[in-house]
């Protein structure tokens, strides 16, 4: 594969272009906001919002990360994510008919045909189901796992660094509070403890380095770690 069909590839369904390409130097134009405001000198396109949120009817739980592609009538296509309450917002959508999808890990995808309005906002809602599953009347949901594991594979998906993203719903509750009884259950940690009667986890060490070169964030601010 060469370097120009891996970018192609790489911008699919999202609002970037190559614009031009001179063999050396490869420039990408959005065609989001610039195709929506631009057809010819004078000439201007209406265009519209589109708003929503994405949950899970069986738990009542609003979706994060979930991925909604949009392609309007004239092929043009944006990509967005939804935020910590589910909502998403589409922006620069030109007037007429157009697809929304979307998607999330788990899930079958669901699609929704929308008509925008110039100058309005329109709210297009979703609601994921499992595959195979239909939509029904008011009922009690025993939930397990799987949410929990949908969630932590989406945020790892739209995560900009390396990250191992993992539900403590997989492994039920932590022992006597202690989040080392979790951290042994991930893949490239290494767990110690103090020996003898007490067998409570007390080091952590990845990949194999000893537990001083481990730093712990919580909540974005530093632990110190026992050496």
């Known amino acids: 594969m060469d370097v120009r069909t891996a970018l192609r590839r790489l911008i699919a369904g999202t609002p970037l272009r190559i614009d031009t390409d001179d063999g050396q130097i490869i420039t990408l134009r959005s065609a989001g906001k610039g195709a929506a405001l631009r057809k010819k000198a004078g000439e201007r396109v209406e265009v519209g919002v589109i708003v929503g949120r994405v949950i899970d009817p069986a738990t009542g739980e609003y979706k994060r990360d979930a991925i909604i592609r949009l392609i309007t009538a004239a092929g043009e296509r944006q990509t967005v994510a939804s935020n910590e309450g589910g909502e998403f917002r589409i922006l620069d959508v030109p007037t007429g008919s157009a697809k929304v999808t979307v998607s999330f890990t ?3 995808d669901q699609a929704s045909a929308v008509q925008v309005i110039a100058g309005k906002t329109v709210t297009l809602d979703f609601a994921l189901l499992a595959p195979g599953e239909e939509a029904r009347g008011p009922e009690i949901v025993v939930t397990g796992g799987r949410e929990g594991d949908a969630r932590a594979i989406m945020s790892q998906r739209r995560s900009m ?10 492994f039920g509750e932590v022992s006597e509070g202690n989040v080392g009884e979790f951290l042994k259950f991930m893949p490239g940690v290494v767990t110690q403890n103090q020996g003898g009667a007490d067998d409570t986890v007390r080091y952590v060490g990845l990949r194999g380095l000893p537990p001083e070169y481990t730093s712990v964030d919580r909540r974005g601010k530093r632990t110190p770690v026992a050496g």
Do not use: F, H, Q
């Open 106 to 108: 788990g899930y079958a």
């Open 161 to 170: 660094n390396i990250t191992n993203n993992l539900s403590s719903e997989s």
